[in-house]
């Protein structure tokens, strides 16, 4: 029969499906619950306002004169070091006697000491132009000075004309806005130290 000729069929075969490997899987990220109250940050503070020009000082600059103007006999000298010297009682007094002493005669002296200003009167307009020349740029204890005549010497009357001058400027016209700015002014001319003036030999 045909049946005997054929090779045996072979044995079936089972297939088997290849185990598959797991791959974790991070389960999902919980919202961030927000952090109690008390750890929270503060909330930042405002940037303060820049403080005010003092009037004062102000009237004190606007009495300086543009380099190449006829010298004055008074000038000003503004260095960071005054605000030192100014807390050390006669120590400013000695250092404009011997520095002004090769250029002239000091007749006075008005320190600003806060604003790093000291107006001083010299006996002649040729000596306060020498003094301008030798102390602008010149290194006072650790800071470098700058030197400038005035038009005038800021006692109390002319810098409550100077401070006047500027607070009508800068109010509204036909306002009187600017008396009440005068007030800090007032206040603080009083709490200035008055010039000091050398005794005629």
């Known amino acids: 029969p045909v049946a005997a000729l054929l090779p045996p069929a072979p044995a079936p075969v089972a297939l088997v499906a290849a185990p598959t490997a797991l791959v974790p899987v991070a389960p999902p990220a919980a919202a961030a619950s927000p952090a109690p109250q008390h750890l929270q940050p503060a909330p930042a503070a405002p940037a303060a306002a820049a403080p005010a020009a003092c009037p004062i000082q102000a ?3 606007e009495l300086r004169l543009a380099p190449g103007t006829p010298p004055t006999c008074n000038v000003l000298i ?5 605000g030192l010297t100014s807390k050390t009682p006669g120590m400013t007094e000695a250092w404009l006697t011997h520095t002004l002493a090769p250029h002239g005669t000091l007749r006075g002296w008005r320190l600003l000491g806060y604003a790093g200003l000291l107006a001083v009167c010299m ?9 301008v020349a030798a102390l602008q740029g010149r290194t006072m204890l650790l800071s470098p000075m700058s030197a400038a005549c005035l038009a005038a010497f800021p006692d109390d009357v002319t810098l409550t004309a ?4 500027a607070a009508i400027r ?7 806005a600017w008396m009440g700015a005068m007030v800090g002014v007032y206040t603080r001319l009083q709490e200035l ?3 000091s003036w050398v005794a005629p030999a």
């Open 170 to 176: 800068a109010s509204p016209a036909g306002s009187n």
């Open 193 to 195: 130290p008055p010039a």
């Open 59 to 61: 009237a004190v600059l």
């Open 123 to 131: 006996s002649s307009e040729s000596e306060g132009g020498a003094v």
């Open 162 to 165: 100077q401070a006047q001058q």
């Open 78 to 82: 503004e260095c960071a070091d005054l």
